[in-house]
């Protein structure tokens, strides 16, 4: 159950930078995942839901955009996508490839939400 | 009334926090001369017997090593280290299923970093969620044992692709448990292409003298 932990640090972050921005509501957090982090979305929902209470974030959904592996072969010289994500091989000379362009993603891209409205007595 | 719906750019890693505390951790351990090992396996791949072999090998080297050992409820791994290594700390994580590097800072207070040459940080025992955070390591290790499956590396690609090196423990028992070890090795070339494997066994030895100076001193 890490996604506890990495949910409860997307609020950490996404709340301090709201505080910073002056936004009052956040609709939407969105995610970079990479295949390799052994993330579950279902999973991440459910904490994200929990830490998120309570806080500036509570109520934001969660958009996440899974990154697949990207591999550099060396014997083809060039970028390529396994047929199994999660074994380093290249689909066309089946050459182990150790180089990894992308996969392990875990960022923040942003978030979107709506502005403290100024002016506006606080009652 | 004015309200203006935006988006906030952060493109910031998740973990941030985290690595904040962990690149400051590898600032102090570079700076005090120490090697610093995480180590991480499933419960029960012989984790604390290794490190309890590893201890008694720095003693008689004259290596000072220090053991911060991370479990979700007991200090019976760091008593069982205490025999070997008395510089020993135990972490109670009460009940979470990694180490994070907050938790090393603190644990390592009270320590005279100037004395320690090289730091085993034993994790708890989990395959997912451990490889996530980093904390302040040079060698991020992954561990099984031969009696786990020799398809384990497949199984659990997250943690065997990224780590720095691969320890096989119990190889005294690799008959009896029918470990093909060719094909062992073979998988952890597939999701890791290129890793150095070490394959030990803390009862007979074997290994163990290899595994201390990859640790210790490097490849």
Known sequence: ?123 | MVSDDSFIELNRRVLRANDLVSGGLRERFAHAGIRVANLISAPGTGKTELVVALGELAASAGVEMAVLVGDCATDNDARRIAASCPMVRQIVTDGLCHLEASMIGEALSGFDLAEIDLLLIENVGNLVCPSDFDLGEDLKVALLSVTEGEDKPLKYPHLFSSADLVVVTKLDLAEAAGCDLGELGANIAAVNPGALVIYTSARSGDGIGQLFKVLAVGG
């Not at chain 1, 950490?12 to 002056?22: K, M, T, W």
């Not at chain 1, 996508?81 to 066309?92: A, D, G, I, K, S």
């Open chain 1, 1 to 123: 159950m890490h996604e506890l932990s990495i949910a409860r640090a997307i609020v950490a972050e996404v709340e301090s930078s709201a505080l910073e921005e002056g936004i009052a509501t956040i609709e939407e957090v969105r995610l970079k995942v990479g295949a390799l982090c052994g993330v579950i979305g279902d999973s991440l929902n459910f904490c994200f839901e929990i830490a998120a209470d309570g806080t500036v974030v509570a109520g934001a959904k969660l958009a996440i955009e899974r990154v697949p592996v990207l591999l550099w072969c060396g014997e083809c010289e060039r970028a390529v996508v396994p047929e199994n994500q999660l074994l380093f091989q290249c689909p066309e000379c089946k050459a182990l490839c150790a180089d990894l362009l992308s996969g392990r993603e875990l960022e923040i891209v942003g978030y979107s939400g709506e502005r403290r409205c100024e002016g506006v007595p606080a009652w």
